[in-house]
């Protein structure tokens, strides 16, 4: 069964500490996103990945960076968090040329910045 | 995710159809799609239809695609209560590669 696994299901986080949210998907998949998931607001686009160490910004990078050293592997950064990050962060890959069959999502990190 | 449009909420009775409908605005999208979320899940795709579809059925669901208008529906026949979820319909963007963009979700609400 294949999978993107996040590490954590729920983080708790102060305001201006630095938060690592990590993605691993075990499907070889050449691409990798992060959304954040608000209510009302649907899925907003982070950044995404095409290949190991190419990163481009999608619609809304303010305040995020990511990592991508490994290819199967996919960080997002919160450099110093602040409460108007307190999301639902979705990370998800596909293959190269295989769009049809879509994305295949994490299970999601609930990040609270208190 | 304001390109592509969709009402919040359905409400609906067991054993009803459902209808959920999504307008998009990039015409170049190859593909659009269908994603369930199921609560406190990441999202499945659910369905897919390739743009020179007018219909695509699978078992209780049927897409329609209206390309002239940018209009997507998702049909749920004999809705249950496990159909449950919040339904996000998305179209692709060229950005390098094709790049979904979710519209912002409808919650479905099936009442026994």
């Known amino acids: 069964d294949v999978k993107v696994t996040q590490s954590s299901r729920y983080l708790v986080k102060r305001t201006g500490e630095k938060v690592f949210l990590e993605c691993v998907q075990d499907?070889?998949?050449?691409?990798m996103f992060w959304y954040r998931q608000d209510p009302g607001l649907g899925l907003r686009l982070i950044y995404f990945?095409?290949?190991?160490?190419?990163?481009e910004k999608g619609d809304i990078p303010e305040g995020y960076s990511v990592s991508r050293e490994k290819k199967e592997r996919f960080s997002l950064i919160l450099e110093s968090a602040s409460t108007n990050q307190t999301s639902m962060y979705l990370c998800?890959?596909?293959?190269?040329?295989?769009?049809?069959?879509?994305?295949?999502f994490g299970s999601g990190t609930r990040l609270t910045v208190v | 995710g304001e390109d592509v449009e969709q009402s919040l909420f359905l409400s609906v009775r067991e054993g009803d159809s459902s209808v959920i409908n999504c307008t998009y605005t990039?015409?170049?999208?190859?593909?659009l799609y269908w994603y369930k979320q199921e609560p406190g899940a990441g999202l499945q795709l659910l369905t897919y239809?390739?743009?020179?579809?007018d219909m695509k059925q699978d078992q209780r669901l049927t897409v329609l695609l209206n390309k002239k208008d940018k209009h997507l529906s998702l049909r749920i026949a004999d809705t249950q209560t496990g159909d449950s979820a919040i339904y996000f319909c998305?179209?692709?963007?060229?950005?390098?590669?094709?790049?979904?963009?979710f519209g912002r979700g409808t919650s479905l609400i099936v009442h026994p």
């Open positions: 998305a179209d692709e963007r060229r950005r390098g590669s094709y790049i979904p963009t």
């Open positions: 998800a890959s596909t293959a190269q040329g295989v769009i049809k069959y879509g994305y295949t």
């Open positions: 239809i390739f743009s020179n579809m």
């Open positions: 499907m070889d998949h050449e691409n």
């Open positions: 990945s095409y290949d190991v160490k190419m990163k």
């Open positions: 990039d015409s170049s999208s190859t593909y």
